[in-house]
């Protein structure tokens, strides 16, 4: 490169990191937005198959349920014993147990029900704030929900004060079901 000075080199390289960082930095995850959400407001992430399971193959025969659920790495790194910090999300997606010709359910030779088809998708987040709506009775600390059909876009017809229902008992553990068990098979 004869006849090129060092300082148009320079010039050029810096001309070329500066390019770089003046592109669009990419769009926030669902956990860092700041926006404050409300039952029935929470996005389903198209991610959250590549998070971490909290628990995997939860067996629910009173509902005829089977159920996997994602927690997003804001959750994963909480600590057994603390609250999940704001900016958690799970993700639970809910099967219909298979079932024999006379409406039983099945089971495998593990006595574990059989996995049919997914019906639902809830997910739960928590954030500063969000649970101020939700009467007191009700209320879950800041946490809130959305339930989804199997499309994951539809939403569902569900009554979300039966999910804060069913959470409100565990406030002890940050409202999270299965908090001791998610913990200790981190832990083994």
């Not at 193959?57 to 509902?63: L, Y």
């Not at 002890?172 to 908090?179: A, L, P, Q, S």
Request: include cysteine; aromatic fraction near 10%.
């Amino acid at each position: 490169m004869k006849g090129v000075t060092r300082e148009v080199i320079t010039a050029m390289m810096l001309t070329i990191a500066l390019a770089g960082c003046a592109q669009k930095p990419p769009a926030p995850k669902v956990e860092e937005q700041t926006q404050k959400y409300s039952d029935g407001e929470l996005p389903l992430p198209d991610n959250y198959k590549s998070w971490p399971k909290f628990l995997s193959e939860v067996q629910r025969p009173d509902n005829k349920q089977i159920r996997e659920i994602y927690i997003n790495p804001t959750g994963y790194e909480t600590k057994m014993g603390e609250a999940f910090p704001n900016g958690t999300i799970t993700v639970m997606e809910i099967y219909k147990a298979g079932e024999a010709a006379d409406g039983t359910p099945l089971k495998g030779p593990d006595g574990k029900l059989v996995k049919g088809e997914l019906q639902k998708v809830g997910v739960m987040a928590k954030g500063a704030g969000w649970g101020e709506s939700v009467p007191p009775e009700l209320r879950n600390g800041d946490w809130v929900y959305s339930m989804y059909m199997a499309d994951g876009k539809t939403k569902a017809p569900d009554d979300l004060n039966t999910c804060r229902g069913c959470h409100l008992p565990l406030k002890d553990k940050d409202y999270i079901f299965r908090y001791d068990e998610y913990f200790q098979k981190r832990a083994g």
